[in-house]
């Protein structure tokens, strides 16, 4: 269909206010101008598209993707798909990871702080980022140092909500969340966002799983530049390859080396009164810590602060200004946890 024939079929359904095949013929139009190559034209099509549904949310009914869904949502159905919204305090000072992920993560923050020179120069804004590698290296505080930086509301999607046995009901809820957030302007986090790879375990077929594919490859194209999702998981390989290349950005996340758990000791010691009873066997443990993921070395280093803190003879009032951490207790409890996870002794 050549480009002419497009904007005869809209200017049809736009004069019969035939809403449904007037965002069919647009969405087409859209494609059909990425690829031949009308980029900047595409992007201006989808910017009028996405404010026009944003506009429609006063509307009980609005497009979404090939769905209709309802606008005004029930607010217990759409509490139990949210695990949790919320603003963060959390700023890039609380993050340790490499240098690699520190600069992409300030490249992507910066296109969102100077939206506006993007968007005055038609420039597209990176708003959809994968985070992967180990569990507890850092993935989940990421997206809160994003929500803290950005100052902008975040919503953490409870996936055991959005998942369905029942056949359509997955790709519905998705859009339900992905349609609260380009109306509220703000982050969407999934974490463990492989599970959506995992709908065949829910006793439904692999047409089933195709469709939530299909389905969150709509909702990432008409999501609004000035919204951001984040994913994050431990298994990147599970995801599906149009997936993968639909995300702006992707960054691994790895275990700590010895330098970056001398870091988190440190962040973590900067807000208490407390110091190790032998700083240098303390230095010496760190490499005993090598092969744990951040969560788990910071766990055990609270939990030694307490239990020696709960050791202390006396009264509250008899606690010295600077605590002291039994350095033996810590090394005992980062072999304990070494153990418990399976991982070799250095």
């Known amino acids: 269909m050549s480009q002419y024939e497009f904007i005869k079929e809209i200017a049809k359904f736009g004069l019969e206010n035939d809403q449904e095949k007037l965002l069919n013929a647009l969405n087409a139009f859209i494609e059909h101008s990425k690829k031949t190559k009308k980029i900047n034209f595409a992007l201006q099509l989808q910017s009028i598209l996405k404010e026009s549904i944003r506009q429609q949310k006063a509307n ?3 497009k979404v993707g090939s769905e209709t869904y309802y606008s005004r949502l029930d607010d217990k159905e759409m509490s139990d798909l949210i695990l ?15 240098t690699k992920v520190k600069k992409e993560l300030t490249l992507f923050m910066e296109e969102h702080q100077k939206s506006e020179m993007l968007i005055r ?22 997206s809160y140092v994003i929500a803290g930086e950005l100052n902008k509301m975040m919503i953490v999607v409870n996936l055991g909500a959005i998942v369905s046995a029942k056949l359509g009901d997955t790709s519905k809820n998705l859009a339900k969340i992905f349609q609260r957030a380009a109306a509220e302007d703000c982050i969407i986090l999934i974490d463990e966002f492989d599970s959506l790879g995992k709908v065949r375990d829910y006793s439904q077929d692999h047409g089933e799983m195709k469709r939530v594919v299909n389905t969150i490859l709509q ?3 008409y999501l609004p530049q000035t919204s951001i999702v984040i994913a ?4 990147k390989d599970m995801l599906d390859t149009a997936l993968l290349r639909r995300f702006d950005l992707s960054l691994r996340f790895e275990l700590p080396t ?12 900067k807000s208490g009164p407390f110091q190790f009873d032998k700083p240098k066997t303390a230095q010496a443990i760190v490499k005993e810590a090598k092969g744990l993921s951040y969560f788990s070395i910071q766990k055990t280093l609270v939990s030694t602060i307490k239990r020696s803190l709960l050791n202390l003879p006396g009264s509250v009032a008899d606690i010295p200004t600077k605590a002291p951490i039994s350095t033996s207790m810590w090394k005992e409890l ?4 070494k153990t418990a996870l399976g991982v070799p002794a250095v």
């Open 121 to 142: 120069y038609k420039l597209p804004i990176a708003n959809k980022i994968l985070l992967h590698g180990p569990s507890g290296c850092g993935k989940t505080l990421a």
């Open 258 to 269: 010895e330098e970056q758990i001398r870091k988190l000791i440190a962040l973590t010691l």
């Open 219 to 221: 909702l990432f194209d």
């Open 334 to 337: 980062l072999m304990e946890e």
């Open 60 to 62: 009980p009914l609005t």
């Open 84 to 98: 949790e919204k919320l603003t963060s305090d959390y700023s890039f000072s609380d993050l340790i990871a490499s």
């Open 232 to 235: 994050a998981t431990n298994q």
